[in-house]
């Protein structure tokens, strides 16, 4: 049987947790680009700990220390799986790739949150397959190389084939961008993410809008309520209206752009507010996170972009616009803060 070679660009706490998933399938190499962590991870791998996993150390199979050492390795990568944080307007992380991929043989992942995060990879590998992911994987990466995944590995992933539908009749080159979606599935699946689901493309974008539905709610209002938990949120009445009202307003937005009602199975905002009630483990969204260790929101994505694909519809979004205004004028004046304390 032929090795399935997989490099990570991003490993943190969503790619080294899927890396030392996938790395459990058969004939599947994984290696990462490491960073902040090379030191780390190069001395002794990723520890990780997992309530449905239990405590593991995954050695990657190659660990690079940047972009370069990955092309000089000479390895045909089957897949290369991004997932840095999403920051447009920090860095276009598609620059990495180059040199990496193969046309008819490498498939880009993507595991990210947002909207829009597929169209940098696009326009710069326009030859090149691209999947989309979307995880409720919740993992924290605690120190240089610790992992600690936290609960859920659902993960639902797409070719990302825009301007088609379900009825569409696929091109040979459309139906391998399946073929191979459906094979990476597998592997997780081997690798023991079980709830690991293929989706067509229409459906993947259907979960994106949904899980933002999610994040546009959570992410934004923990910052600007100076630190609340998603339990603590959902039970106050005011900012639980509000949760709704932000939900609402993206899902009754989603079927008007993507021009389709979403799955009837998908959660409603006061399902997802009901079972945040339920949820006492005081886990802090990732914005919040970010915004608390001074680093950058994913602002853009989460926010920005679904406000400006609705808008491209004629459709505004109120909610999500004073979020978004709110808080990248606070992200600008934090940073600029910074900035003249240093001078
Ligand atoms: N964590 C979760 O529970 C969760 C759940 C669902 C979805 N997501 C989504 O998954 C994505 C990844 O999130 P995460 O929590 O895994 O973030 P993370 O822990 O911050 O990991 C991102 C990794 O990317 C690395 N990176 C960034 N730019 C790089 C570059 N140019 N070269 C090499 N490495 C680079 C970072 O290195 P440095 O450390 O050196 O910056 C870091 O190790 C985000 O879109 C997030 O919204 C996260």
């Not at 996993?53 to 220390?65: D, E, R």
């Not at 990496?100 to 880009?108: D, H, K, P, Q, S």
């Not at 979307?134 to 990466?141: E, F, P, R, Y």
């Not at 978004?324 to 940073?335: G, I, P, S, V």
């Amino acid at each position: 049987m032929t090795t399935t070679n997989i490099l990570i660009v991003g490993a943190g706490a969503i790619g080294a947790f899927c890396a030392s998933r996938l790395s459990f399938a058969p004939n599947t190499k994984v290696s990462c680009i490491c960073r902040s962590n090379y030191k780390a991870v190069s001395t002794s791998g990723f520890s990780i700990t997992s309530p449905t996993f239990g405590s593991y150390v995954f050695t990657p199979a190659h660990t690079f220390a940047n972009p370069e050492e990955a092309a000089d390795s000479k390895i045909e990568w089957d897949y290369v799986l991004v997932s840095t944080k999403a920051l447009p307007d920090v860095s276009d992380d598609s620059m990495i790739l180059e040199g990496l991929l193969e046309e008819g043989r490498t498939a880009i992942v993507l595991v990210q949150n947002g909207l829009g995060v597929e169209e940098p990879y696009t326009k710069r590998f326009p030859g090149v397959t691209v999947l989309s992911a979307v995880t409720i994987i919740s993992a924290a990466q605690e120190e240089p190389g610790v992992i600690k995944h936290n609960r859920w590995t659902r993960t639902n992933i797409g070719p990302y084939l825009p301007g088609t539908t379900d009825d569409t009749k696929l091109d040979a080159k459309q139906q391998s961008a399946v073929d191979s979606n459906t094979k990476f599935v597998e592997l997780l699946k081997k690798g023991g993410i079980k709830d690991a689901d293929a989706y067509s493309h229409a459906k993947l974008q259907m979960v994106r809008w949904h899980k933002i539905a999610i994040n546009a709610a959570m992410n934004p209002s923990a910052v600007l309520s100076s630190g609340t938990t998603n339990n603590a949120m959902s039970l106050d009445p005011e900012l639980s209206r509000h949760l709704k009202g932000v939900m609402e307003e993206v899902l009754s937005t989603a079927p008007k752009v993507l021009g389709t009602p979403l799955p009837k199975e998908f959660a409603t905002p006061e399902a997802i507010i009901r079972s945040t009630q339920k949820n006492t483990s005081g886990s802090k969204p990732s914005m919040l996170l970010d915004w608390e260790q001074g680093k950058k929101m994913e602002l853009e994505v989460i926010l920005g972009n679904p406000m400006r694909i609705a808008r491209e519809h004629g459709l505004e979004m109120p909610r999500l616009q004073s979020l978004y205004a709110l808080l990248r004028m606070a992200q600008e004046n934090r940073d600029a803060a910074k900035k003249g304390s240093k001078l």
